[in-house]
């Protein structure tokens, strides 16, 4: 595969997991909205204590 080709492939990846990520993101925002707790939140979807005190900071600063 050529460097351009290799080029394509690498960003097409890093689209799909930046998609990937907000998906989960708004699923942790949709489950903090339903009064989930944050420990079931973080097992639903793999973010850290910190990502989920970081959302319900910016929920509460908007």
């Given at each position: 595969?050529?460097?351009l080709g290799q080029l394509y492939e690498k960003e097409k990846?890093?689209?799909g997991n930046q998609?990937?990520?907000e998906k989960v993101i708004e699923m942790?925002?949709?489950l903090m909205d339903e009064g989930?707790?944050?420990v079931k939140i973080?097992?639903?979807t793999g973010l850290t204590?910190?990502?989920l005190l970081r959302l319900q900071n910016e929920?509460?600063?908007v």
């Open positions: 595969m050529t460097q990846i890093e689209y998609k990937a990520r942790a925002k949709s989930d707790d944050l973080m097992k639903v204590e910190a990502e929920k509460l600063t």
